[in-house]
């Protein structure tokens, strides 16, 4: 069995190193355990094995156990090892990891989604990397929906930002760019800005 999975046929009588030249550090544990004679286990290892004996690697995974083997005067004279393949419960973890990964992923898309907020998220330049329905609406953004491709000034310039008083904002005192400069807008320091939205109606934002 051992040599099969380990896709090898004629392995008796040779050198570990002999025999698997890639799986140094396997030959390292190996001898770690032979000259300390402390045991070693390791989980779900991934190895690579030429199953069909064809030069093509198949990745398995497999819980392994080095125990010292001694002769009747207590002495070192060997090394067991004891291999499970585990590739079938690695593989089916992870398949559930994946869809419970994807189940949260869609709750935070559904929960993103249905906020009355309008809610955006910039990368580190400004540019919108997600919109939620709310804020699409606020802005009228299914009608010119090239404006999320804009720059964070040209943006501002499309909706004509402008303070209380109805003055246009300047490029440094748009949110974005105050927001992108390190400034936290707490409830303290909370900013009233009118916007013509895209469809041309007035719409004030906080």
Do not use: C, W
């Amino acid at each position: 069995l051992y040599m099969r999975q380990a896709g090898y046929a004629d392995i008796v009588g040779k050198s570990v190193r002999e025999v698997l030249p890639e799986a140094q550090p396997f030959v390292e544990q190996l001898d770690r355990v032979y000259k300390t004679g402390i045991p070693f286990t390791s989980k779900e290892v991934p190895v690579l094995l030429d199953l069909q004996d064809n030069g093509r690697l198949t990745e398995r995974y497999f819980d392994f156990m080095y125990l010292p083997t001694r002769n009747s005067t207590g002495l070192i004279d060997g090394v067991v090892v004891h291999g499970i393949d585990v590739t079938e419960h690695v593989n089916s973890r992870q398949q559930m990891q994946g869809q419970e990964e994807n189940e949260r992923m869609h709750q935070l898309e559904a929960t993103f989604e249905a906020m009355v907020d309008g809610v955006l998220v910039y990368d580190q330049d400004g540019n919108m990397i997600r919109i939620n329905n709310a804020y699409r609406r606020l802005i009228a953004m299914d009608d010119t929906p090239a404006h999320a491709q804009l720059s964070p000034e040209q943006r501002g310039r499309m909706l004509a930002l402008r303070d209380e008083q109805g003055e246009l904002l300047k490029s440094e005192q748009m949110p974005v760019q105050r927001m992108l400069a390190g400034e936290v807008f707490t409830a303290e320091r909370a900013m009233d800005i009118r916007v013509r939205a895209l469809n041309g109606h007035e719409v004030q934002l906080n």
